[in-house]
């Protein structure tokens, strides 16, 4: 598939949220969203590459897929992990470091999250369990349903996007605890589902109708930054919806045209190089937002975080992330998102 860079601007956007969120910087109480934007984008993103192998190929290779997803991932986090065991005896010492990196590192954050509130200083990894687990099991999905038509592929994941969505707005109802409904594989997949749906689905907006589209996605985004209520399950079950339709507005906006005024906006360079590098940004702010974050003002935690993350997030794609690329067989892939 084509290398889209305003792809990798969404990711800069979605990462630059969540930072901001975890140091508790006014006005962003609503940045987990950024979290639903990775996944409508690792939906679309990973179905896409599944699906363009399926029609070059007629099959999936499993073992390139896992092969090259663990290449992509498991360095950045293994060396994170081992620099969280090294300092958490100093700057933690409450905490138990080999039982926080091996629920970590075995992707296994986002139940224990759930339902035991742990690994609270690598909370931040439950979203690379969702992830993780929804990566071993697509390449599955799109295998046993490689012989379906684009129109019937269409409407199942449709049907998916429906049933995951009232799956978590009915654990949400049921339960009313936010941590159980929040954190799980099982009740976050609607993102997913809609990034799979995007990626099938024949239908792309003219251009016109994709700058209306990813005009009224961000400004819902905005408006959810600001003002969500953030640890409520009545968002997580119904504001849920909108954050993941916006999310899929604006890729679908940003996939259909290049002429827009936000596209071009989210392939300027900066933007372009930070979602580069959002895989290790994400992985290294969050240890030291919630460190700092009860000790400083929220603005200077943010420019010292997110600094510290951006700074070891180029060396560790300098050194570490784009030696791997020549490891994989199709480098000019995108990667999927975090």
């Not at 799979?196 to 239908?203: H, K, R, T, Y």
């Not at 959810?224 to 999310?247: E, H, Q």
Request: aromatic residues 12%; charged residues 15%; contains cysteine.
């Amino acid at each position: 598939m084509q290398y889209n860079p305003a792809l990798d601007g969404l990711r800069a956007v979605a990462v630059l949220a969540v930072v901001a969120f975890h140091c508790r910087l006014p006005f962003t109480g609503g940045g987990s969203i950024g979290v639903d934007l990775f996944f409508v984008l690792s939906g679309y993103l990973i179905t896409s590459i599944l699906r363009s192998e399926v029609t070059e190929t007629g099959t999936v290779s499993l073992g390139r897929f896992y092969w090259r997803r663990a290449l992509r991932l498991w360095p950045p986090l293994l060396l994170m992990l081992a620099a969280y065991a090294a300092v958490a005896p100093v700057l933690f010492p409450a905490r138990d470091a080999v039982i926080d990196t091996a629920l970590a590192a075995t992707y296994l954050t986002d139940y224990a999250m759930a339902f035991w509130h742990e690994p609270l200083m690598l909370g931040h990894t439950w979203s690379l369990s969702v992830e993780e687990h929804f990566y071993l099991l697509w390449p599955l999905v799109i295998l046993a349903t490689r012989s379906l038509s684009q129109r019937a592929l269409t409407v199942m994941l449709g049907v998916a996007f429906i049933a995951a969505t009232a799956w978590r707005i009915a654990d949400a109802m049921i339960w009313q605890d936010w941590y159980r409904t929040y954190y799980r594989f099982d009740t976050r997949m609607s993102g997913l589902m809609l990034g799979g749906l995007i990626a099938v689905m024949p239908w792309r907006p003219k251009p016109e109708t994709a700058g209306l589209v990813g005009r009224l996605a961000a400004y819902v985004l905005i408006v959810g930054l600001l003002i969500s209520p953030f640890r409520s399950p009545g968002f997580i079950a119904w504001g849920g919806i909108i954050v993941d339709l916006a999310a899929g507005g604006l890729i679908l906006s940003v996939i259909s045209t290049e002429g827009t005024r936000l596209h071009r906006l989210l392939t300027s360079r900066p933007l372009v190089y930070l979602g580069v590098i959002s895989y290790s940004v994400y992985l290294w702010h969050y240890p030291l937002s919630r460190l700092l974050r009860y000790e400083l003002p929220s603005s200077v935690t943010f420019l010292v975080v997110a600094g510290f993350a951006i700074v070891v997030a180029a060396l560790s794609y300098e050194f570490i992330e784009k030696p791997l690329k020549s490891m994989r067989r199709r480098p000019a892939a995108p990667e999927g998102a975090i």
